[in-house]
């Protein structure tokens, strides 16, 4: 497989941070391989690379996890139906670790002191209850066991190993007690089986309940690949028949009929319809669609039928490109995540160190009875310490913000990106087609005495229409809009940033700029005024001369966006400087800045400056952002700390910047930004609650409190915590689901 096809693997037996780390280096290691990161949240790790997949799944095995090959929607199927089921599993083995635990918490004092004392007459009875912990320790603590013997085989230290070292010493030094009461100091004879086994309960209902979480953070993609039909309807020898969607080939005719998904990408043939796109787009408002326009995959049609020709399938659709596009964002990791990494990789072994020094001290220089208090210390360190909470907060944060853009027609490349886009100081747009439509008309023609609009508008058509600028569409657009008939033209030549030149029945007509045709020799004086009026209203003017004589003065404009002023208000607001660049003239662009309210304007800037303009901005100290086509603009939306490409509909296919925006909105600009911040600020309390939890919960654990106030952490309140850090965060990162966004008209 290419570097365009990443190699998608579901990883099982995650169960912290510094897993991530090990399976990560387990496949950096095999031969051929780019790049390798797992994503803990999501339990999948994504592979670039010449490699084979079975090497990679040895690799992870050898490791000592399981691996398998994500390839479509049936593995995505099945990987979800496995996490399902292993989370009624988490949940069994919470409940009979609880059964067991619960008498034997009331029975010992909490409710009720029954329980016989540790003595050689009640062995019989305590050899009872360390056999049925014992079975609760294989059933609902078996996969922490050998989770740790795991990692300890491949020199390796996990959560898997805090908890069967804490719950396996509780249950070992009990049993000692209880099969050999006389040989310890009364002080110390003191069962701690309840506590293994409440604390194997109280984990297991954690994890249970972090997995239900976590499946919510990955609604956006499931809501993406729900999008795709499973079968298409398509035209074959004349006959329509339904056949499964991965069937449906290139150039392939297919029937939509109304309220039908759209099954894949092609060009309308004949039939017109409205489209609801707003899953891809975020746009709310349906498309009308007719014979040569583009319909995408995964959009519902919804008025008419129409028949189209499918222009791409499989993994070359765009909704099949959005939804690897997501993924490698949510799998990506900022700069914030790589220092939690960093952390958490060396988080374990230092907590196993901590836990010795704590006995050790306890043992040494503590109250009698020291071998109780330094083994209950001790395992309340083990216990309460699982990194599991530090090596969530990022990544799950990362995967439901990058999920809530991807819902809004928001497709950011990379956890960076979003970490960058929230710091950005300024704002460069681009006008034409980011502030305007993009698409100009002709909104005046005014003519010389004699001449009439229809004639001067015709032969102006006929000489733009060997032209391919977007200034001679508007031309010709206008002609056919009139049905004016368009004569030949002879001798066509264009000359760039000055106009067109031909001969059309019989005549030589220039169409240009004022500055080219006075070069030229001819006089425009009789329009000047008029030309400068339409310049400061945001209009182009071109002038039309017929042998030698100007006739003509044609007004074309790019209309400004409807909620380009709202949106650049908004960008205001939020603390941008935000700057339009154009090449247009000083006149038009000036009239564009007044109409919607930037805080400066560069005119007259070719697309190969663009990128100086935002390397002068980076130079006086601002983050800047641009916002561009991903055309023309590409060197300035790679030169920027941030590039939006913005109003390019299906193509997603714009390597130069860092963010798409499915719809033509700057909206989607604003909406990039806010959840950028939110983002960003939800991984901070992820990660200040993870590490105050830790940097607070161990010292207390350890007993730094008991000299000043007796107080002594409960190893079940030490249990209890850990599994409640690892849901909080989860649930915390969850909030960022329900964050109100800023564009208009949903």
């Not at 993994?315 to 099949?320: T, V």
């Not at 990106?417 to 460069?428: D, W």
């Not at 930037?598 to 663009?610: H, I, N, S, T």
Request: glycine fraction near 10%; aromatic fraction near 6%; proline fraction near 5%.
């Amino acid at each position: 497989m290419s570097e365009h096809e990443p190699i998608r693997l579901s990883i099982s037996g995650l169960s912290c941070a510094g897993c991530v780390a090990a399976v990560e280096d387990a496949l950096r290691a095999v031969p051929g391989v780019e790049q390798a990161v797992v994503n803990f949240a999501e339990h999948t790790a994504q592979v670039t690379g010449e490699v084979e997949v079975d090497s990679l799944i040895a690799a992870v095995r050898k490791a000592g996890y399981e691996a398998a090959l994500l390839r479509g929607l049936a593995d995505e199927a099945e990987k979800e139906a496995a996490e399902f089921a292993h989370y009624r599993q988490l949940l069994r083995r919470a409940g009979v670790a609880a059964l067991v635990a619960l008498p034997l918490l009331l029975a010992g004092g909490l409710l009720f002191d029954v329980l016989p004392p540790l003595s050689p007459a009640a062995r019989p009875f305590w050899l009872g209850v360390g056999l049925l912990c014992l079975g609760v320790l294989v059933y609902s603590g078996g996969h922490f066991f050998t989770g740790a013997w795991t990692a300890l085989r491949n020199h390796n230290a996990n959560m898997d190993t805090l908890i069967a070292l804490g719950t396996g010493s509780a249950w070992l030094y009990s049993m000692a007690v209880a099969l050999f009461p006389e040989g310890v100091p009364v002080l110390a004879r003191h069962a701690y089986f309840e506590a293994a086994v409440t604390i194997l309960a109280l984990i297991n209902l954690g994890s249970a309940l972090e997995m239900r979480a976590r499946g919510k953070t990955s609604e956006a993609i499931r809501r993406l690949i729900g999008l795709q039909p499973r079968t298409a309807r398509v035209v074959r020898e004349g006959r329509e028949i339904d056949v499964p969607i991965d069937q449906v080939g290139l150039d392939e005719t297919v029937r939509v009929r109304p309220g039908e998904k759209i099954p894949v990408d092609g060009v309308i043939l004949e039939g017109h319809s409205t489209v609801d796109e707003s899953m891809l787009t975020g746009e709310p408002l349906p498309v009308e669609k007719g014979p040569g326009d583009v319909v995408t995959g995964g959009t519902l049609n919804k008025s008419g039928g129409f028949l189209f020709k499918a222009t791409r399938i499989g993994r070359d659709m765009a909704l099949a490109r959005i939804i690897e596009m997501v993924r490698e964002a949510q799998n990506s990791k900022p700069a914030i995540g790589r220092l939690a990494d960093r952390v958490s990789s060396v988080f374990v072994p230092t907590v196993l160190i901590i836990a010795v020094l704590t006995f050790l001290a306890w043992y040494d220089f503590g109250p009698e009875p020291r071998l109780s208090y330094g083994l209950v210390t001790a395992i309340t360190v083990l216990v309460i310490a699982c990194p599991c909470a530090l090596g969530l907060a990022t990544p799950i944060s990362i995967m439901v913000g990058v999920g809530k853009a991807a819902e809004n027609g928001i497709l950011i490349r990379s956890g960076e990106a979003l970490q960058q886009a929230g710091r950005l100081t300024t704002l460069v747009l681009d006008k034409t087609g980011t502030v305007t439509a993009g698409r100009p008309v002709v909104n005046r023609v005014e003519v010389a005495d004699g001449w009439r609009e229809e004639e001067v508008l015709r032969l102006a058509a006929a000489l733009e229409a060997a032209s391919e600028h977007p200034l001679a569409e508007a031309v010709c657009a206008a002609a056919a809009e009139r049905a004016l008939p368009l004569p030949a033209v002879e001798d066509f030549g264009a000359l760039h940033g000055r106009g067109v030149r031909g001969r059309v029945e019989g005549h030589e007509l220039r169409l240009g700029n004022r500055l080219w045709l006075e070069a030229e020799g001819l006089e425009a004086a009789e329009f000047a005024e008029r030309a400068e009026a339409l310049a400061a209203s945001a209009h182009t003017p071109l002038f039309l001369a017929v042998d030698g004589r100007v006739i003509g003065l044609l007004g074309i404009a790019d209309p400004v966006k409807p909620d380009a002023g709202e949106a650049i208000a908004a960008l205001r607001r939020a603390g941008l400087r935000v700057v339009m660049i154009t090449g247009d003239l000083e006149a038009t662009a000036a009239a564009v800045a007044r109409q919607v309210g930037v805080d400066a304007w560069r005119a007259q800037v070719l697309p190969e400056d663009k990128a100086r303009e935002v390397a002068a901005l980076q130079a006086a100290g601002e983050r800047v952002g641009m916002v561009g086509d991903g055309i023309n603009d590409a060197p300035a939306l790679a030169r920027a700390d941030v590039g939006f490409a913005i109003g390019t509909g299906t193509d997603i296919a714009i390597e130069s910047a860092d963010v798409t925006l499915m719809g033509g909105s700057l909206f989607g600009v604003v909406d990039a930004i806010r959840i950028s911040r939110a983002t960003v600020r939800n991984i901070w309390e992820n990660l200040f609650g993870a590490f105050v939890y830790n940097s607070l919960g161990i010292p207390v654990a350890a007993g730094v409190l008991y000299p000043f106030s007796g107080l002594l952490l409960n190893p079940i309140i030490a249990g209890a915590a850990m599994a409640l850090s690892s849901v909080t965060v989860v649930s915390n990162a969850n909030r960022l689901r329900f964050l109100r966004l800023e564009r208009r008209g949903r």
